[in-house]
């Protein structure tokens, strides 16, 4: 299980308005006492910071707003001693324009750095992920280069050996630092053969056929996944970006990448129980290994906001199949605290690159300002990126001084500290339903014997070594009477099952 930890939000421990390292030290107690074995952290390295980290100027440096290395080697020494893995989040699909190859190659077409990235005379139809051409024009050798994302984020030419031989390096470096292994970045949309055809269009929007998923992807995960097996007990999950099952499950394998971040239950914008239920089962009959298990990230709305908005019960139910069903959950930080959407209530307020670029293409099409707003913050990821909320003080206690991005106001009334001194809060579900999967071993690796759905009840048994445990999630709107047998035990819940509410009950698999 993983805890993801957005790095410029969590806490500040100096007053620039960033999270950083010693402040992460800070809340190590409290990563702990959720029962959380995992940290996942977004990019910390070198950045301007265009996308928060995710281009990277220096593969080899930690960003100053975050601290120093050695900051980070204290963080990671005093993760390991409460028991907590750390993983980083990797971003080699492409680095940032300010990096020294990406500097060197725009010097001219025969400088050794040239071919680290993907130069072009003419661009071809291929849209970028953040709105517009994939294409920069750069007029010191008047050539385009390429990139899937902001022109500030140039990508990486993986049909290079010696890109790769670099990434190796990079690996390596933090792997004999003491890492636990990556979150590796939009690793399917790396450019390993080049640029092929133009994208077909589909009812004005482009489908991207040839941009992603390249034949070459799976022999550079290989190139990566061999160093990370050059180490004991590494970990390593991909960042897929797709949210097909058939597209995601050809990358699971022990030579390419343990697990992939499913975007299956991430996408669904609206609640639907029989939608949860079609993704659980679909997981189960295409992964060969465990799906992740996830509702929240920093790249989509809340949980709270999408999927159950002014029902905190069923934000527990969500909570807690998500902690029971086979694979591996991510809590999204805040996630526990039931933390809701920002808004931008002006562009001054919106620090996303997707949202402003959505912004600026918007006014550029002859939008007004407040119609550009809104397509803007239909694009915005600020929503899910608001700082922690710890408690009624000042900034909710992220930062004595200032903050990157604004703090929800509801944070005198949301926040850590109130939630872990009321009874039946969200936090503390959290904690019961995380302690209760760390001292069951069924619930960490058993598989299901039975997943079903009705009455808007999913349910499921997962069995493992002669034990079975089965859980019900409740979604409809009558309550339901399960049978519990006399040699069956309730681990947490009623057997009158009311709306919105779950049932776990444990039994041994001879009775
Ligand atoms: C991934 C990250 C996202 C970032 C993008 C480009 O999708 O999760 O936040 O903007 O990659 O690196």
């Not at 993986?158 to 470096?173: A, C, D």
């Not at 269009?201 to 040839?210: P, R, S």
């Not at 499913?262 to 639907?272: D, V």
């Not at 298990?293 to 998500?322: I, Q, T, Y």
């Amino acid at each position: 299980m993983f805890y993801e930890i957005y790095m410029p939000s969590y806490k500040d421990s100096n007053g620039d308005g960033f999270s950083d390292f010693k402040g992460l030290i800070s809340k190590l107690d409290y990563v702990q006492s959720l029962g959380v074995k995992g940290i996942w952290l977004t990019p910390f390295l070198e950045s301007p910071k265009v996308d928060n980290g995710y281009d990277v100027s220096n593969y080899y440096r930690v960003d100053s707003a975050y601290g120093s290395l050695e900051d980070f080697k204290t963080f990671l020494k005093e993760a390991h001693k409460k028991d907590i893995k750390i993983i980083m989040d990797l971003v080699v699909n492409h680095t940032s324009t300010d990096s020294k190859w990406f500097q060197e190659s725009k010097k001219s077409k025969d400088n050794p750095y040239r071919d680290y990235y993907i130069w072009k005379d003419q661009p071809n139809n291929w849209e970028s992920f953040f709105g517009g051409s994939a294409w920069e024009l750069d007029k010191t050798t008047n050539q385009y280069y390429y990139h899937q994302f902001d022109k500030r984020m140039a990508d990486l030419n993986w049909g290079n050996p010696k890109v790769v031989t670099e990434i190796q390096n990079v690996l390596r470096f933090w792997l004999d630092l003491g890492v636990d292994g990556f979150r590796m970045d939009v690793i399917n949309f790396l450019t390993t053969d080049g640029i092929t055809k133009d994208n077909p269009m589909k009812d004005g929007v482009q489908e991207h056929l040839n941009d992603i998923n390249q034949k070459g992807v799976k022999t550079a995960m290989k190139s990566i996944k061999s160093v990370v097996n050059e180490y004991d007990n590494r970990f390593i999950v991909g960042e897929i970006g797709s949210d097909k099952i058939e597209v995601l499950k050809q990358y699971q394998s022990p030579d390419l990448l343990d697990v992939v971040f499913n975007f299956n239950f991430g996408s669904i914008k609206e609640f639907s129980a029989q939608r949860i239920y079609d993704e659980l089962q679909s997981m189960e009959k295409n992964m060969q290994s465990y799906p992740t298990l996830f509702f929240g990230s920093h790249d989509m709305p809340r949980l709270v906001d999408r999927l159950a908005k002014d029902n905190p019960e069923r934000a527990e139910a969500l909570a807690a199949l998500m902690l029971t069903a086979k694979g591996i959950p991510f809590i999204y930080y805040g996630e526990e605290i039931g933390m809701e959407n920002i808004e931008a209530n002006s562009v001054a307020e919106m620090m996303d690159i997707q949202g402003r670029i959505n912004y600026d293409l918007a006014l550029k099409d002859g939008k007004s300002q407040e119609e550009a707003l809104k397509i803007g913050n239909r694009h915005n990821r600020d929503k899910s990126r608001s700082p922690m909320q710890w408690n009624t003080e000042h900034l909710a206690g992220f930062s004595d001084s200032s903050s990157w991005i604004k703090v929800n106001p509801n944070y005198k009334k949301l926040n850590v500290e109130m939630l872990e001194t009321q009874n039946n809060s969200l936090l503390k579900e959290y904690k019961k339903l995380i302690a209760l999967r760390n001292s069951e071993p069924v619930l960490q690796y058993g598989n299901y014997s039975q997943l079903s759905f009705s009455n808007d009840c999913i349910s499921f048994v997962r069995t493992y070594k002669g034990e079975h445990i089965t859980c019900y999630f409740n979604y409809g709107n009558n309550p339901l009477e399960i049978k519990v047998k006399s040699n069956e035990k309730i681990l947490s819940g009623k057997s009158l099952l009311q709306p919105n509410n779950y049932l776990i009950v444990k039994g041994l698999s001879s009775s």
